[in-house]
């Protein structure tokens, strides 16, 4: 079955420090990935996609992520992160034939950002 | 923001009786998605729709059913509720009308099955 999995549950970081958020997806073929931010008591927000072409892509506030092909990843990432970046993330998936409600998503990654 | 209104934001119920959850949207988008979120699990699809009156199930479908009688609605609804219902119910919107466009969310609406 198709999935999407993060591998981080919950990760703590001080201002300033680098962030890498693994994301693996299961299915191969072509694959639309998307990373979505849910800051706290808000709804999901769009952060970035990658449907085809340059496997790097850069999203809002800094973020970017890299399509891997080989590792079937697509890990977000951003250089310093700041205290407003606290909120979770979902890396979020579709398989062949695009969504029409077969997005799937990971069951999240809950970043705190000390000051 | 893509027009995507919630009702009703909160609602707190009991064991048994029927809710329904309402989605609006202003902006005439064929694709609409009801999805629950619950800590550990992240989103779960439970129906979706891509048209008037057409409806399919998503992954978590059972004590659930919609309906979508005009574009601009899609209702919830949990016929009897249960405690495992207790949930945040985040309805979607896609932009383009295209199966692999990214989705909007409206702002949730969090149930309390007592």
């Known amino acids: 079955a198709q999935s999407v999995s993060q591998h981080n549950h919950h990760v703590i970081l001080s201002e300033a420090a680098s962030l890498e958020l693994g994301c693996n997806y299961s299915?191969?073929?072509?694959?639309?990935l998307f990373w979505y931010v849910q800051y706290p008591g808000q709804h999901l927000q769009l952060l970035l996609k990658?449907?085809?072409?340059?496997?790097l892509v850069k999203g809002i506030k800094g973020f970017e992520a890299e399509f891997i092909k080989s590792k079937f990843s697509f890990n977000l990432r951003k250089p310093s992160v700041q205290w407003s970046d606290t909120a979770e993330y979902f890396c979020?998936?579709?398989?062949?034939?695009?969504?029409?409600?077969?997005?799937?998503f990971g069951k999240g990654t809950k970043l705190s950002v000390k000051p | 923001d893509a027009g995507i209104t919630q009702s009703p934001r909160h609602k707190v119920t009991e064991t048994g009786t029927p809710v329904t959850l309402r989605c609006h949207q202003t902006?005439?988008?064929?694709?609409m998605y009801w999805y629950r979120q619950d800590p550990g699990h992240g989103l779960r699809l439970i129906h979706y729709?891509?048209?008037?009156?057409?409806?399919d199930k998503g992954e978590v479908s059972d004590g659930y059913s919609v309906s979508r009688s005009k574009t601009e609605d899609f209702l919830l609804t949990l016929e009897s509720a249960t405690s495992s219902q207790t949930s945040v119910y985040f309805c979607?919107?896609?932009?383009?009308?295209?199966?692999?466009?990214?989705?909007?969310f409206g702002n949730g609406t969090r149930l309390t099955v007592t």
């Open positions: 979607a919107i896609s932009v383009r009308d295209r199966g692999d466009s990214p989705l909007h």
């Open positions: 299915y191969g073929g072509t694959v639309n």
């Open positions: 990658y449907f085809s072409g340059d496997p």
């Open positions: 979020a998936g579709a398989g062949p034939g695009g969504s029409q409600g077969n997005l799937i």
């Open positions: 902006e005439n988008h064929r694709y």
């Open positions: 729709s891509y048209g008037v009156k057409d409806t």
